[in-house]
């Protein structure tokens, strides 16, 4: 099935000028939002406890958020462990709170709704493991473009490598940017997405240049832009099929997935959307800012060595 009856002809890159503006603004918006508001990290990163109870029958998981918040426990992370009737409950530091009075006074809030709850595991995740997470999560990004970056700038050039790693950078900035300006829990499974957008927006950048590049070698005619434009045009229907169905599971995955997986779902549904729009405005743009040419993709000339004496 196709989506479009015949090849769209818009002409993507007259518009670059707006959508790096658009990607600019997002950008200061978004590392301004993490310079002032901060984010909102996760149990993970900041370190506090981790508590495995029991039910005798299957948990009601609202019920139990409820009850937490009631206690003043308003941001305890709860979700299902195993099974229905066991709860993992994830509590931030507890400030001047000994983590002793923290376990008996959840214990307590969970017992006075059912008294068959059991204390099965507590963990305590001190604050120099979170910042351990935190530089290897760091350092993990960081390895990752590095590695990309060699990567495309060995199977094209290095002007098609820039306008991958501009792409990739504008990705994460934006997405970390939305976490911290509405204050979406920021934590591992938010990571692994981030990581996730990285090997998603890479993906849509590839197929885009393989296809500019071929035709950089089929098409004799033409400037570098009006290519880039055909080469745009002709993959557009896959990236956009691409990109929705990817959508419809992430969609699905947020919905009825639970509280657990929602960091995950939501930094990927925001990763994919903005991934989609640099692989087309972000990465051609830088390319063709480095003008990019047909001649960049010609293999050197052999130098011809005479024997003759």
């Not at 909102?40 to 609202?62: K, P, Q, R, W």
Request: charge should be negative; hydrophobic fraction near 50%.
């Amino acid at each position: 099935m196709q989506l479009f009856a015949k090849i769209p002809d818009i002409d993507f890159m007259s518009r670059r000028r707006i959508a790096m503006f658009l990607s600019c603004v997002l950008i200061f918006f978004s590392l301004g939002s993490v310079g002032t508001r901060g984010l909102n990290l996760g149990v993970d990163f900041t370190g506090g406890m981790l508590l495995e109870v029991g039910y005798s029958g299957a948990a009601n998981l609202t019920d139990v958020r409820n009850a937490l918040a009631d206690a003043g426990y308003d941001i305890a992370l709860v979700q299902n462990f195993g099974s229905a009737n066991d709860v993992l409950i994830r509590l931030p530091p507890s400030g001047e709170e000994e983590a002793a009075v923290v376990r008996d006074r959840v214990l307590d809030t969970l017992r006075e709704y059912d008294s068959s709850v059991l204390l099965r595991r507590i963990e305590f995740v001190g604050p120099q493991v979170g910042e351990e997470l935190t530089e290897q999560g760091g350092l993990a990004m960081l390895f990752a473009l590095i590695l990309i970056f060699a990567y495309v700038m060995l199977r094209f050039n290095r002007k098609f490598a820039a306008g991958t790693i501009t792409a990739l950078v504008h990705d994460v900035i934006v997405v970390i940017g939305v976490f911290s300006f509405f204050g979406l829990n920021f934590d591992l499974s938010v990571l692994a997405a981030l990581l996730a957008t990285i090997g998603y927006s890479l993906n849509d950048t590839i197929v885009v240049f393989d296809r500019i590049r071929e035709n950089f070698r089929v098409i004799r005619r033409g400037t570098a832009e009006s290519i880039v434009n055909t080469s745009i045009n002709q993959m557009l229907a896959r990236t956009l099929i691409t990109s929705f169905t990817t959508l419809l599971v992430l969609s699905a995955l947020y919905i009825w997935g639970g509280q657990a997986v929602n960091g995950f779902a939501e930094a990927l549904i925001v990763g994919v959307i903005v991934g989609t729009y640099s692989s087309i405005y972000v990465a051609c743009t830088v390319a063709l800012a480095l003008k990019v040419s047909p001649a960049d993709l010609l293999p050197p000339k052999r130098q011809e060595i005479d024997d003759m004496p």
